[in-house]
Each structure stands twice: as structure tokens, then as C-alpha cells.
């Protein structure tokens, strides 16, 4: 298994420009999750879905949307990037199960540059 | 209010030598789960352990241990016998709705530990 998987591991944008980072994952996992660590801090939640079709806004939505047309794919859409939005992207997943740990697995990582 | 607060920045230990790692957290919700991740300089989130509200124990994974003390709310983190390898970043985080199979978490700000020989 590739676990999760993202593309690219960097980029730099203009402002202005818009771009998609793209996540996909190979153990079948409901629950998918975008989020944003900017230097120095915890990570913060975008977007999550918990499951084909379903999307819902986490803590920082502003400027990013998101869409899951399969269990497997989850991209992150930047529409005109704006230095604010300069950090690292993990993208996660996890299962669904109604009671145990059910850990999040991680992505390496994106990390992007509005300038 | 936060909901995951890890007092400090960074920690320096001796390589051998057992460090805590401090996280107190606040939630409302009866259910909820404790994670710890570690990051290491390459970037990748590498979980490490978790603590349920409603564990009657302590968790322990290998080297790590969860010194969780519900009246306190704390999860702290124990690495008993340091590696170098330990070098990193440590993120504490909660799940609340425990038994929900909703499980968005709240990260700390984390802790930078350095393990020196």
C-alpha cells in the first residue's frame, strides 16, 4: 500500500494564480481531511469528508474548496492565492468505525509559496 | 479557549534519559480520544499513540507512554530512553465524539524536543 499519497511536494504560486493539490489513498478509508501547519504552529483542519460526495468546512476554509467524486481522491482547489495562504498541506485519511483509536494517516506533505 | 495547549516551545534531554512532554486540553463532551503525533524534520506526521476518554489504563506503545489524568485533563506524553531519533516535533491533539466515527482533530502547537548524545 502507498498509504496517502500528494502532489506536489512543492510549488510556488503568483498571487493571483490558482492551483490544485491533489491527494489520494489506497486503503479504502470514509474519512478524508485537508489541512494547512504554518511555520511554527499545530496543523489546522480545511476541509474534511466522510465519504464520496460529502464535504464540510473545518476550522480555516476561507480561499480553498474541495470536492470527492471517489474514495480515494480528495483535491484541495486554491482559487487566487494570496501569501496568507503560503504553508504546508497535509492531506489525511482515516476509518470510519464507531469506537477505537482510528488514527489519522498522513500525507508527506506540500509545501507551497505565494509570492 | 484552546482546546490543546502544549506549554513548551522546546525541550532538550540527554540521549538515555526519559523526557514528559506536557499537553492539558478542554473539551465539554464526556467522549473524546488524546493523540500524539511526531514530526520529524523531513515533515511526515508519524502517529504514535492514543488515549481514550474512557480507558480505564494508561496507554503505552513501546518506548512511549500516555501519563493521562482525566480530573487534570492531561495526556502527557512519556519517551522513556531518549534516541537521538527522537529529535522532532511532538503535536498533541483530541478527537471529541469519541464513539461517533467523526473524527476531525484539534492540534497543540506542539513541542521541539532535541535529544543530544
Known amino acids: 500500500n502507498a498509504g496517502v499519497t500528494q502532489t506536489p511536494k512543492f510549488r510556488i504560486l503568483k498571487i493571483g494564480q490558482s492551483m490544485t493539490l491533489q491527494c489520494t489513498q489506497d486503503?479504502?478509508?470514509?474519512?478524508m481531511y485537508w489541512y494547512r501547519q504554518d511555520p511554527g504552529m499545530g496543523l489546522k483542519l480545511i476541509y474534511y469528508?466522510?465519504?464520496?460526495?460529502?464535504?464540510d468546512k473545518g476550522e480555516v476554509p476561507n480561499g480553498y474548496n474541495v470536492s470527492r467524486s471517489t474514495t480515494e481522491d480528495f483535491p484541495l482547489r486554491l482559487e487566487l492565492a494570496a501569501p496568507s495562504q503560503t504553508s504546508v498541506y497535509f492531506c489525511?485519511?482515516?476509518?470510519?468505525?464507531?469506537?477505537?483509536?482510528?488514527?489519522?494517516?498522513f500525507g508527506p506533505g506540500t509545501r507551497l509559496t505565494v509570492t | 479557549a484552546q482546546k490543546i495547549t502544549q506549554t513548551q516551545p522546546g525541550m532538550f534531554v540527554q540521549e538515555k534519559e526519559a523526557v514528559t512532554l506536557d499537553c492539558t486540553y478542554d473539551?465539554?463532551?464526556?467522549?473524546?480520544?488524546l493523540f500524539w503525533y511526531k514530526q520529524p524534520s523531513s515533515g511526515e506526521m508519524i502517529f504514535l499513540i492514543y488515549?481514550?476518554?474512557?480507558?480505564?489504563q494508561n496507554a503505552t506503545e513501546g518506548r512511549y507512554s500516555l501519563n493521562f489524568q482525566k480530573a487534570r485533563k492531561s495526556a502527557n506524553l512519556v519517551i522513556s530512553a531518549s534516541q537521538l531519533g527522537d529529535s522532532a516535533m511532538y503535536f498533541c491533539?483530541?478527537?471529541?465524539?469519541?464513539?461517533?466515527?467523526?473524527?476531525?482533530?484539534?492540534f497543540g502547537k506542539g513541542t521541539m524536543l532535541l535529544v543530544s548524545p
Open positions: 491533539a483530541m478527537r471529541e465524539g469519541h464513539f461517533t466515527g467523526y473524527s476531525t482533530l484539534t
Open positions: 473539551t465539554s463532551d464526556p467522549s473524546y480520544g
Open positions: 488515549q481514550g476518554s474512557y480507558d480505564q
Open positions: 489525511a485519511s482515516s476509518y470510519s468505525r464507531l469506537a477505537g483509536t482510528y488514527e489519522q494517516y
Open positions: 486503503m479504502n478509508h470514509n474519512y
Open positions: 469528508s466522510v465519504g464520496a460526495g460529502i464535504t
